[in-house]
C-alpha cells in the first residue's frame, strides 16, 4: 500500500513562509477542490526538495535513565535531495537512526511551538484493535514494520505541510545525529507545555468561543467514536474471516488421506484438498493488507486528537481573554467608585474603609493613579490579546481546512483502496473454487 | 439375487414418488410429540391407488426401518436421523431440529423407494399407504423389534468371543477394512464442514455490524457520503450473499455428510451380521465333524445355511458396490455444489466492489474535468 509520497496536498493557504499566517483562509485557496494542487503551491515544501524514507528497523540494547538494561528498536531515516534523483544520480543517501521515542519529543515541540497547526501524527504506541492472530507485542516484527511505514508517513506529512516543515528542529532531527535532543530540550519548549495542563479546565469556563471551534470539537469527538467503533469491529470481521479460510485448510490434509482408500474418486479428491489448502493460506497475505487499510484509519483516529488539540488552545487563549476582559473591567469599576465615592459592589476595602474610617483624600487619589496605570497597561494588553486571538483563530482555522482537504482526499482514497482489496480477494476466491469444482467433478 | 441395476437408469424407470413435509405437533395426556405427512404418488399396479397421504410420527420410521433389517439382514438399510442430538444448542423440537429430522426422513423413505429390493418390501407398502390405525394393528403382529436386538446381540457377542469369523472372504475383509477408514474420514469432514458453517455464521454476525457502521459515520461527513454509503451497501451486500452461502451449506452439504456418517454403523452392523450368519453355517460344518448320529439331518440343514450364506454374501456384494456408487455419486454431488454456492458467492461480492469501484473512479474523473475549466 502506498503511503503518500511527497505528494502535494491541496493547501488552502499559501505555501510561501511568514505570509502564511497572514493570509490564511483566503477564498480562492478554500474552494480548491480535493486531490492533487497544482505543484506551484508547494514549492517551498521541504518535501519537494528531500525524498525522506524510514527504510530499516533494527532491535537494540540500551541503558534507559535508571541504568537498567532495556531493549528497544531503532529507525534508520535516509534523507536524499530529489534533484539528484531527477538528473539519473544515484547519490547515496544521508542516514541516521531514531528511536520512537525521539519521535514523540519532536511531535510535542511541534504542538507546543505550533498551537495553531493539526500536527500530524504518530502511529500508535501500543498496538490496538488486535485481532487473535495479530500480536499485541511491540517487538512482533509485523507491528514494527507497520510502525517503520507509519513513521515515514509522520515525517513525510510533516515536511508536506507549508508551515512546520521550515522549522529547524525538525530539519535536525532529520539531518543530526547527535545532540538533537540536547538541542531540542533547550529550546525550553517543556515550559511552554505547561500551560497546556491549564486547557482542561478551560473549556468549562469559556463564554464566548468561536462557534466554529465548538463545531470542530464535535466533530473531532464524532470521528474518533466513529473511527474506533469502525476498528473494533473491523478486527472481529478479520478474526471470523482468518476462521472460515483456515477451517477449509483441514479438508485438505482429510481427504488426502481419504484418497488413500478410494479408486474412483482417489485423484479428485487429492487435487480438490491442494486447493483447500492453497485457499486456507490465502487469507494470511489478504489480511495483513488489510491491516495497512486499518492504518490508514487509525492515522485519522489520531488526528482527531491533534484537532481537539487546536480547538482547546483556541478556548485557551479566548479564555485568558475573557478573564483580561473581566479584570480589567472590575478595576474600572474599582476607580470610578474611588473617584466617586459610591460603593456599587462589595468590596472589602470599601468595608474596612467604612468600618475603620474613611480614607484621606491624599490616600484616595494615590489608589486611583495607580489603578489608572493598570487600567491603561490592562487595556494595551487586551488590545494584543486580542488581536491574537483574532490571528490564531485565523491561521488555525486555515490549516484546518488545509486538514479537511487532505482528509476527504485520504479517506476517500482508502476507501477504495479498500474496494481493491475486497475485489482481489473475490478473484483469489473465484480461482481456487473453480479449481477445486474441476476435481471435485473428476471424483 | 445378483442385481444388475444401474443407478443411472433410475430416473426414466422412476415409478414411486414420496414426500414428507409438514410437521405437525400432538398434544396428549401422555406425550408431545410430532408427525410428518408422508405423500406416495405411484403408478405401480401393486398399490391400489396411485396416490396416498398418511402421517407417521419418529417411531413408526423407527419401526420400519427394524422390520427392512430383520427381512434382509445382509442389504444396507439406510440410516434414520438420529433421536436426539446433544449438541446443547439445538433443543428437541426445535424448529431447526425439525426441519433437520424431516429432511432426513424424506431421504430415508426415498432410499428404500429407489432401492431395487427394498422397494418392493411389503412393509414399506403399509408404511406408505395404511390409516393410522391400520399400521397399529399391524405392528403389532410379527416378530418385530425384539428378535432383530436378539439377532444383533448374538452377532456382537460372536465378534467379541470369537475375534473374527474363520474363512471369512477377502472381499468383506477388504470391506470392513474399508470401512474402518471411511468412518473415520467422514467424521472429520463432518466436523470440519460443521465449524465451517459455525465460522460462517460469525462471520455473517459481524459483517451484519460492520455495514452500519459507515452509513453512521455518513452523518458526519458532508463529503465523504458518496463514498461511506457506498461501502456500507456493499457490506451489506456481501453479508446477504454470505447468508446463502451458509444456507447452500446447510442444506446440502451438512446433510448429505451426516447421513454417511450413520451409514458407518449400519455398515458395521450388516457386515456382523452377515459374519454371524456364515458363524452359523461354520458351527454346524464343526458339529457335523464331531456327531457320529444325525448325520443326514445335519448334512441338510447345512445345505440350507450354505445356501443362506451364499444368498446372503452375493445380496450383501451387490449392495455394496450399489452403495459405493451411490456414496460416490452422493459426495460428489455434494462437494461440486459447495464449490458453486462458493463461486458464486465470490462472484456476487466481486460484482458489488467493481460497481462501487467503478461509481468512486467516474466521481473522480469529473472531478478531474472541472479542475480544468477555466
Known sequence: ?443 | MINQYKFEDEPELKDLFITVDDPESHITAIETFITYRVVTKTSRGEFDSSEYEVRRRYQDFVWLKSRLEEAHPTLIIPPLPEKFIMKGMVERFSDEFIETRRKALHKFLNRIAEHPTLTFNEDFKIFLTAQAWELSSHKKQGPGLFSRMGQTVRAVASSVIGGGVKDRPDMFTDINDYMETFNQKINLIDKISQRIYKEERGYYCEMKEYGPIHTLWCASEEDLVDSLKGVASCIDKCCKATENRMAGLSENLLPALHEYVLYGEILTGVLKRRDQIQADLDSKVDALSNKKTEKDLLTEEIGNLEDKVECANNALKADWDRWKQNMQHDMKTAFLNVAENNIHYYEQCLATWESFLTSQTVDLHLGEDSEDKP
Not at chain 1, 149 to 167: M, T, W, Y
Not at chain 1, 309 to 324: P, S, T
Open chain 1, 1 to 443: 500500500m502506498e503511503r503518500p509520497e511527497a505528494e502535494p496536498l491541496s493547501a488552502s493557504g499559501s505555501c510561501q513562509a511568514g505570509e502564511a499566517e497572514a493570509e490564511a483562509g483566503s477564498g480562492p485557496a478554500a474552494e480548491e477542490p480535493g486531490g492533487r494542487a497544482a505543484g506551484t503551491m508547494m514549492e517551498d515544501c521541504l518535501s519537494k526538495k528531500i525524498e525522506i524514507t524510514v527504510s530499516e528497523a533494527e532491535k537494540r540494547t540500551g541503558r534507559n535513565a535508571m541504568n537498567m538494561q532495556e531493549i528497544y528498536t531503532a529507525y534508520l531515516i535516509e534523507t536524499r535531495a530529489v534533484e539528484s534523483q531527477t538528473e539519473g544520480q544515484c547519490s547515496p543517501p544521508d542516514s541516521l537512526w531514531r528511536r520512537y521515542s525521539e519521535f514523540e519529543l519532536l511531535r510535542n515541540y511541534l504542538l507546543v511551538n505550533y498551537p495553531h497547526i493539526v500536527v500530524p501524527p504518530l502511529p500508535e504506541k501500543r498496538a490496538e484493535f488486535v485481532w487473535h492472530k495479530l500480536s499485541a507485542d511491540n517487538m512482533d516484527p509485523d507491528f514494527v514494520e507497520r510502525r517503520r511505514i507509519g513513521l515515514e508517513n509522520f515525517l513525510i506529512r510533516v515536511a508536506s505541510h507549508p508551515i512546520i516543515c521550515q522549522d529547524k528542529i525538525f530539519y535536525s532531527f532529520l539531518t543530526q545525529e547527535g545532540g538533537w535532543k540536547e538541542m531540542v530540550n533547550e529550546t525550553g519548549f517543556q515550559l511552554k507545555a505547561e500551560s497546556r495542563l491549564k486547557a482542561l479546565n478551560a473549556t468549562f469556563r469559556v463564554k464566548n468561543p468561536d462557534k466554529r471551534f465548538t463545531e470542530l470539537k464535535h466533530y473531532s469527538d464524532e470521528l474518533q467514536s466513529v473511527i474506533s467503533h469502525l476498528l473494533r469491529v473491523r478486527a472481529r470481521v478479520a478474526d471470523r474471516l482468518y476462521g472460515v479460510y483456515k477451517v477449509h485448510g483441514n479438508y485438505g490434509r482429510v481427504f488426502s488421506e481419504w484418497s488413500a482408500i478410494e479408486k474412483e474418486m482417489g485423484d479428485g479428491l487429492q487435487s480438490a484438498g491442494h486447493h483447500m489448502d492453497v485457499y486456507a493460506a490465502s487469507i494470511d497475505d489478504i489480511l495483513e493488507e488489510e491491516e495497512h487499510y486499518a492504518d490508514q484509519l487509525k492515522e485519522y483516529l489520531f488526528y482527531a486528537e491533534a484537532l481537539r488539540a487546536v480547538c482547546r488552545k483556541h478556548e485557551l487563549i479566548q479564555y485568558d481573554l475573557e478573564m483580561a476582559a473581566q479584570d480589567l473591567a472590575s478595576k474600572k469599576q474599582q476607580c470610578e467608585e474611588l473617584a466617586t465615592g459610591t460603593l456599587r459592589t462589595f468590596s472589602l476595602k470599601g468595608m474596612t474603609s467604612k468600618l475603620f474610617g474613611q480614607e484621606s483624600p491624599e490616600q484616595r487619589e494615590g489608589k486611583i493613579k495607580v489603578l489608572e496605570e493598570q487600567i491603561h497597561d490592562g487595556e494595551e494588553q487586551l488590545k494584543s490579546k486580542n488581536v491574537e486571538g483574532r490571528e490564531f483563530v485565523k491561521s488555525a482555522w486555515a490549516d484546518i481546512e488545509r486538514f479537511k482537504e487532505q482528509k476527504n482526499h485520504d479517506l476517500k482514497e482508502a476507501l477504495i483502496n479498500y474496494a481493491v482489496m475486497q475485489i482481489s480477494m473475490c478473484k483469489k476466491g473465484i480461482q481456487v473454487w473453480t479449481n477445486a469444482k474441476e476435481c471435485f467433478s473428476k471424483m
